[in-house]
Every structure is written in C-alpha cells, then in structure tokens.
C-alpha cells in the first residue's frame, strides 16, 4: 500500500517569513495530492490540492509543487500570519483500482511567531 | 456549513459495550469515508463507501464494521470497544472516487 512521509515534524517561522513542508510517496499509481490543515479540536480543512497532470498549482500565498519522477509534492506558504498556526497534513490518494482513501504524512506542526 | 453531520459530537461508552456512530451528508455524494484519528496522529482510513459498494483497508479491525442503509447516512459500529479505540472518528465524503474529500466535525470517543 501507500506509505506517505512528511517533514519536519515541526516548523517555527517568524510572521511574515515563509514555510515549506515536503512529503514523499512511495505509490507510483498515486495521482491525486491534498493538503489539509487541521486546528486543535477541529475537523481537517482541505487547503488546495493538486493532481499528478500538474506540476504546481497556487491559491494566493499557498502553493503547491508535484514531482512525479521523484514521487515528492511540497506546500509553501508565503507571507505567514499568525492564524496559519495549525498541523498541516499531506495525502495521497491509494491509486488503486476502485479503492481512493487518502493515506496521510504524520502532519507538520506550523508555529508562527509574531 | 452543515453538509457533513456527524453525531454525536462526543460519545462516552464502557470497555466491551457496542457503539455506534453516525454521520450524514446532504452533498448527495457517492463515496462515504470514516478515518480514526488518534491524539497527535494523522487520520488512518478504516473503510468507505461507493454507493452500496463496501471497501475495508486490510488492517481495520474486525471489530470494526460500518452501513449505509441509503445515500445520506454511513454508520460506523464498534462491537467491543477496546481502551484502545478512544479516538477521533471523522467521517469524511466525495462526490466520486478519486475527488475531493469533504470532512466532518468527528466524533470523539472516549472508552472507560
């Protein structure tokens, strides 16, 4: 099955600096890319997402960047603000034949100091 | 907001006492997930739905079932909660395999 890996496990940034968080795969047939991000107590809020068709994709300050050939994708945030503070998740989708759930990295602890 | 409902929000129940928790959609979405997702840990999907179709992950307990009786509801029973099932359960739904994802508030399960 899938194995998802992510890194790091905690990323503390100045307010107004940028983050990067990577993730990398282990499915070839994975095609489907999503980021989550998740506040304490909270259900997991999809942020964007991107599909294997696409090298990167943005939405304002989030980007997304897919390497197929490497099997790794890369969020970045640019300009941080204070309510960018939350655990981050990236997912593959399973890639097999019928079957779609994600598998999800461990996730990455986003601190913003202000 | 109210287009994945899950409840309830939070369910106490006994070691060994069956469980059930329930979630709905009014997405009209063919695909229903439900993931458990333990303290400080990412989500780990246990089964889904397409349509009636059933499709269990290799490693979900098998004191773990699920059904869903129509489009709108998914129900995830646990038969013997283990102190070892506390966690948050989220349902999740997508308009079709491969699509995008769409989760619940979850439920959190606490087992004495």
């Known amino acids: 099955g899938e194995n998802v890996e992510q890194h790091p496990s905690t990323l503390s940034v100045q307010e107004g600096d940028s983050a990067v968080i990577k993730c990398t795969y282990s499915?070839?047939?994975?095609?489907?890319f999503p980021w989550y991000k998740q506040e304490l107590g909270k259900r997991p809020q999809l942020i964007i997402d991107?599909?294997?068709?696409?090298g990167e994709k943005k939405d304002q300050r989030i980007a997304v960047t897919l390497n197929k050939t490497a099997k790794h994708f890369s969020l970045h945030i640019t300009e941080t603000q204070p309510e960018d503070s939350a655990v981050y998740f990236c997912?593959?989708?399973?890639?097999?034949?019928?079957?779609?759930?994600?598998?999800f990295g461990k996730g990455t602890h986003l601190i913003i100091q202000p | 907001d109210a287009m994945v409902i899950q409840n309830p929000r939070y369910q106490v129940t006994q070691f060994g006492k069956p469980v059930t928790l329930s979630c709905s959609q009014t997405?009209?979405?063919?695909?229903m997930y439900w993931y458990q997702q333990k303290s400080s840990q990412a989500p780990k999907l246990l089964f889904h739905?397409?349509?009636?179709?059933?499709?269990n992950e290799a490693d979900t307990p098998d004191n773990f079932q699920s059904r869903r009786p129509n489009t709108s509801f998914c129900f995830l029973d646990i038969r013997s909660p283990g102190l070892g099932d506390a966690a948050m359960y989220l349902c999740?739904?997508?308009?079709?395999?491969?699509?995008?994802?769409?989760f619940g508030p979850g439920t959190r399960l606490l087992v004495l």
């Open positions: 499915d070839s047939a994975s095609n489907y």
């Open positions: 997405l009209n979405h063919n695909v």
């Open positions: 739905y397409y349509d009636k179709d059933f499709n």
């Open positions: 999740a739904t997508s308009r079709d395999p491969g699509e995008t994802q769409y």
């Open positions: 991107i599909r294997s068709n696409v």
């Open positions: 997912a593959a989708s399973d890639g097999r034949g019928g079957a779609d759930g994600l598998t």
